[in-house]
């Protein structure tokens, strides 16, 4: 424990418990001269530099912030314009940005021994920013916890349950980080154990890391890496795979998680299958928590997947598309591409729609994820 | 015998490194090919759209003075002459047209929810209806600025009559028009006048630049892109999964019945964007020995144009007949190939269009 101790941290997060999850909350639904919400993510431009960017619903450029390196994902702060966006994994960087002034509110460095690993999220009173890190040199999955009123100092640090941590959620409750450990051990960027890989979903105590529930894949399946996921108002997590073992393989890509139940894996019909080339870049639950939206860049899809009936629904085709964020309205979703278009999707009714954006947001190659952000 | 094809292939296979060593690309000179790109396409293509969004205004004005039936028939071929030539550079979504959102402004679409009928209906209704000058358009919605709000105008049901008799109608179609006129002279004045430089100015960053410029990415993309927005928004979205579940209200510039001519247009603009004018994207993917790709990406093109010869310029007949529609679907089959074709020539001029697939996380 740094700086604060455990048992003012465990007071504190009772704030954070009694603050309704506005997280999982998507954004207002589109109205076409209404700026009722913004597109954060993060862009890599021709010159191969790197950005925070933030549209607006006409597509306008809101905010464009150089970042250092890569970046991946994009979490919004519940009630302060700031977005943090996070390093790619190995990552030395998370920036903290108030995209109403443009200014850098924090650039945070992992503690010595660490690197950032791809996500973080901020708790639902905006206090916390938690996010996955990597112990080195043994490397071993760790959460972190910064104070956001204290600039964003280390407060709490503990084991992720495996290793590879990588996108993380918080329960509806407040009380526990859902993190994915994708079980696979890395140096640099280049993965070193993948015949022992072990990943597993595991449910964590916020106030000291306790595991309250762990789960891994059949021993068959251990090499699909669970690497992202959403989780919808009733708990269930969907989660977006990556295969790691022989590519002519066919396994399951996309898995849904209940509290107390084993994870079930589910399976695209084969075509679908193959086409997503063992690879799901990204997950997110619509609305009404009823569809599961899983990214498959490599095969030029979005998979849309029936939460209630464990299956398989359709697919779109978006060209290297892999950000994907939820609007209010059910069954609607934004995806966003390596190819710089963004598209609202209606996968009931089989269609996508192009948003077109301000040329220096469709120039960019947009990353990994899409973060949609409420404003009121 | 077996030593001698080995031999055969030991010498081909010199023979092509030895090739690929004597014969090095050239140097891709990305300026000629914007300047050709824009004198010779992008240029003419808005130099059209002012002329015939200013023919459209004048025969719209003119004709909402007498409001003959028999004449008619001159305002509907004014707007689709002006529609078709907004369809020959709808492709081009970067420039100045995205500023102030004019691509907008001239085509809101599609209108999932109906907002270009409840906008038309405050503005002929509503409190302000009558007056339609520049103050209006200042704070008018952008869905009736453009062709759509015409063609409501112009060929909803029962539109001649509304437009005889109800004078705001008319009104506001020949302000519309009027706008529309305005907004399509102020983009080819700004491609005229602002210098290719200019068009690619918009990163103020201090790293140096890369081997290929914005402005070429960007034709690159217009090209590449919008045929799979073709092929998807205007031809799939529309067909369904069968004959049976067809649906035209889908289709863009369904009211006009141009929504087969429009595609046609498109394509035709696209093929130019790729094979027209001097230093063209056909030409580089030669110079870079990419022949094969370019025989092919040329082919596609000829394929899906001459699919769609003989069709009517409406969907509608087309959706009803089993022979136009199967036909209809065979075209989504050659812009998926030529989709591809364009996306795997791509590397062989080191343009890079997507990397979630190539590098994810």
Redesign the interface.
């Given at each position: 424990m740094t700086g604060i101790d455990r048992r003012q941290f465990s007071l504190l997060l009772t704030g954070l418990l009694a603050t309704p999850n506005l997280l999982a909350q998507p954004v207002l639904q589109r109205a076409?001269?209404a700026q009722s919400w913004l597109l954060a993510s993060a862009a890599?431009?021709?010159?191969?530099?790197h950005w925070l960017v933030i549209s607006d619903t006409?597509g306008?450029l809101r905010l464009r912030h150089?970042l250092p390196a890569r970046a991946?994902h994009v979490a919004a702060h519940p009630h302060q314009p700031w977005v943090a966006v996070v390093a790619?994994?190995p990552g030395a960087y998370i920036d903290v940005v108030d995209y109403h002034s443009q200014a850098l509110v924090k650039r945070i460095e992992p503690a010595a021994n660490r690197v950032f690993f791809?996500h973080a999220l901020f708790s639902p009173d905006g206090r916390w920013l938690i996010a996955t890190e990597n112990a080195l040199p043994q490397g071993e999955g760790r959460i972190s916890i910064r104070d956001a009123l204290n600039g964003f100092k280390l407060v709490n640090e503990f084991s992720s349950g495996g290793v590879g941590p990588?996108e993380l959620l918080l329960s509806h409750a407040g009380d526990e980080v859902i993190v994915a450990n994708g079980g696979i051990r890395t140096e640099g960027r280049q993965k070193v154990n993948l015949d022992s890989m072990q990943p597993s979903l595991a449910y964590l105590k916020l106030d000291g890391g306790e595991i309250s529930e762990q789960w891994f894949l059949a021993p068959e399946q251990h090499q699909l890496s669970i690497?992202h996921m959403d989780i919808s108002p009733d708990g269930t997590v969907a989660i977006a795979m990556q295969y790691e073992g022989n590519p002519a393989d066919r396994q399951p890509l996309v898995a849904l998680h209940r509290r107390g139940q084993a994870l079930q894996a589910l399976s695209a019909p084969d075509a679908i299958n193959r086409q997503m080339s063992q690879?799901c870049?990204s997950a997110r639950i619509d609305s009404s928590g009823k569809i599961a939206a899983v990214s498959a860049?490599?095969g030029?899809l979005i998979t849309f997947w029936d939460i209630e009936q464990n299956a398989y629904l359709t697919r779109l085709?978006v060209?290297?598309?892999?950000g994907i964020a939820a609007t209010a309205t059910p069954g609607e979703f934004i995806a966003s591409?390596?190819?710089?278009?963004v598209y609202l999707l209606y996968p009931r009714d089989?269609?996508?729609?192009?948003l077109?954006q301000?040329?220096?947001l469709?120039?960019l190659?947009w990353?990994?994820h899409l973060c949609a952000i409420q404003v009121t | 015998m077996h030593n001698l094809t080995r031999l055969g292939q030991l010498l081909a296979s010199s023979g092509v490194l030895l090739a690929g060593i004597t014969q090095a690309a050239p140097v891709i000179d990305w300026d000629a090919f914007n300047g050709s790109a824009i004198s010779q396409h992008v240029q003419p293509r808005y130099q059209q759209l002012a002329q015939q969004s200013q023919t459209l205004a004048e025969t719209t004005a003119h004709w909402c003075q007498a409001r003959n039936s028999d004449d008619f028939a001159d305002v509907q071929h004014a707007f689709e002459n002006s529609l078709q030539a907004w369809q020959g550079i709808q492709h081009v979504?970067?420039?100045p047209v995205?500023l102030l959102?004019r691509?907008?402004d001239i085509q809101?679409w599609?209108d999932?929810k109906g907002?270009i009928g409840r906008q038309l209906n405050d503005a002929l209704q509503g409190p302000t209806a009558g007056t339609y000058d520049a103050e209006f358009f200042r704070h008018a919605?952008?869905?009736i600025k453009g062709f759509p709000a015409l063609e409501r105008l112009f060929y909803d049901k029962g539109a001649l009559q509304t437009l005889q008799q109800q004078p705001n109608a008319c009104a506001l179609a020949s302000a519309i028009s009027a706008t529309l006129a305005k907004t399509a002279q102020a983009l080819y004045s700004e491609w005229q006048t602002q210098s290719i430089s200019t068009q690619e100015g918009?990163?103020d960053?201090e790293?140096?630049?890369?081997d290929?410029p914005?402005l070429s990415?960007?034709l690159l993309?217009s090209l590449v892109?919008s045929i799979?927005?073709i092929r998807?928004?205007k031809l799939l979205?529309v067909l369904?999964?069968d004959q049976a579940s067809a649906r035209l209200k889908?289709a863009e510039n369904w009211r006009s019945g141009q929504s087969l001519r429009s595609i046609a247009t498109n394509l035709e603009a696209l093929q130019e964007l790729y094979s027209g004018g001097g230093v063209n994207l056909d030409l580089i993917l030669r110079e870079q020995g990419a022949t094969a790709e370019a025989d092919e990406i040329g082919a596609l093109f000829s394929q899906a144009r001459s699919q769609l010869e003989g069709m009517p310029d409406d969907f509608a007949p087309a959706l009803q007949n089993a022979s136009t529609y199967a036909q209809l679907r065979a075209v989504s089959v050659t812009l998926k190939a030529l989709d591809e074709a364009l996306?795997n020539a791509m590397p062989s001029i080191n343009a890079?269009?997507?990397?979630?697939?190539?590098d994810?996380?």
């Amino acid at each position: 424990m740094t700086g604060i101790d455990r048992r003012q941290f465990s007071l504190l997060l009772t704030g954070l418990l009694a603050t309704p999850n506005l997280l999982a909350q998507p954004v207002l639904q589109r109205a076409p001269e209404a700026q009722s919400w913004l597109l954060a993510s993060a862009a890599t431009d021709s010159r191969q530099q790197h950005w925070l960017v933030i549209s607006d619903t006409d597509g306008a450029l809101r905010l464009r912030h150089r970042l250092p390196a890569r970046a991946h994902h994009v979490a919004a702060h519940p009630h302060q314009p700031w977005v943090a966006v996070v390093a790619r994994r190995p990552g030395a960087y998370i920036d903290v940005v108030d995209y109403h002034s443009q200014a850098l509110v924090k650039r945070i460095e992992p503690a010595a021994n660490r690197v950032f690993f791809g996500h973080a999220l901020f708790s639902p009173d905006g206090r916390w920013l938690i996010a996955t890190e990597n112990a080195l040199p043994q490397g071993e999955g760790r959460i972190s916890i910064r104070d956001a009123l204290n600039g964003f100092k280390l407060v709490n640090e503990f084991s992720s349950g495996g290793v590879g941590p990588h996108e993380l959620l918080l329960s509806h409750a407040g009380d526990e980080v859902i993190v994915a450990n994708g079980g696979i051990r890395t140096e640099g960027r280049q993965k070193v154990n993948l015949d022992s890989m072990q990943p597993s979903l595991a449910y964590l105590k916020l106030d000291g890391g306790e595991i309250s529930e762990q789960w891994f894949l059949a021993p068959e399946q251990h090499q699909l890496s669970i690497r992202h996921m959403d989780i919808s108002p009733d708990g269930t997590v969907a989660i977006a795979m990556q295969y790691e073992g022989n590519p002519a393989d066919r396994q399951p890509l996309v898995a849904l998680h209940r509290r107390g139940q084993a994870l079930q894996a589910l399976s695209a019909p084969d075509a679908i299958n193959r086409q997503m080339s063992q690879y799901c870049g990204s997950a997110r639950i619509d609305s009404s928590g009823k569809i599961a939206a899983v990214s498959a860049p490599r095969g030029n899809l979005i998979t849309f997947w029936d939460i209630e009936q464990n299956a398989y629904l359709t697919r779109l085709e978006v060209r290297d598309g892999c950000g994907i964020a939820a609007t209010a309205t059910p069954g609607e979703f934004i995806a966003s591409s390596g190819t710089g278009q963004v598209y609202l999707l209606y996968p009931r009714d089989g269609l996508r729609e192009r948003l077109i954006q301000d040329m220096r947001l469709s120039r960019l190659s947009w990353d990994n994820h899409l973060c949609a952000i409420q404003v009121t | 015998m077996h030593n001698l094809t080995r031999l055969g292939q030991l010498l081909a296979s010199s023979g092509v490194l030895l090739a690929g060593i004597t014969q090095a690309a050239p140097v891709i000179d990305w300026d000629a090919f914007n300047g050709s790109a824009i004198s010779q396409h992008v240029q003419p293509r808005y130099q059209q759209l002012a002329q015939q969004s200013q023919t459209l205004a004048e025969t719209t004005a003119h004709w909402c003075q007498a409001r003959n039936s028999d004449d008619f028939a001159d305002v509907q071929h004014a707007f689709e002459n002006s529609l078709q030539a907004w369809q020959g550079i709808q492709h081009v979504q970067f420039g100045p047209v995205q500023l102030l959102m004019r691509n907008y402004d001239i085509q809101f679409w599609p209108d999932r929810k109906g907002i270009i009928g409840r906008q038309l209906n405050d503005a002929l209704q509503g409190p302000t209806a009558g007056t339609y000058d520049a103050e209006f358009f200042r704070h008018a919605s952008v869905s009736i600025k453009g062709f759509p709000a015409l063609e409501r105008l112009f060929y909803d049901k029962g539109a001649l009559q509304t437009l005889q008799q109800q004078p705001n109608a008319c009104a506001l179609a020949s302000a519309i028009s009027a706008t529309l006129a305005k907004t399509a002279q102020a983009l080819y004045s700004e491609w005229q006048t602002q210098s290719i430089s200019t068009q690619e100015g918009t990163d103020d960053d201090e790293a140096a630049p890369s081997d290929l410029p914005d402005l070429s990415l960007d034709l690159l993309r217009s090209l590449v892109q919008s045929i799979d927005v073709i092929r998807d928004g205007k031809l799939l979205n529309v067909l369904g999964k069968d004959q049976a579940s067809a649906r035209l209200k889908r289709a863009e510039n369904w009211r006009s019945g141009q929504s087969l001519r429009s595609i046609a247009t498109n394509l035709e603009a696209l093929q130019e964007l790729y094979s027209g004018g001097g230093v063209n994207l056909d030409l580089i993917l030669r110079e870079q020995g990419a022949t094969a790709e370019a025989d092919e990406i040329g082919a596609l093109f000829s394929q899906a144009r001459s699919q769609l010869e003989g069709m009517p310029d409406d969907f509608a007949p087309a959706l009803q007949n089993a022979s136009t529609y199967a036909q209809l679907r065979a075209v989504s089959v050659t812009l998926k190939a030529l989709d591809e074709a364009l996306y795997n020539a791509m590397p062989s001029i080191n343009a890079q269009l997507g990397f979630n697939s190539r590098d994810g996380d």
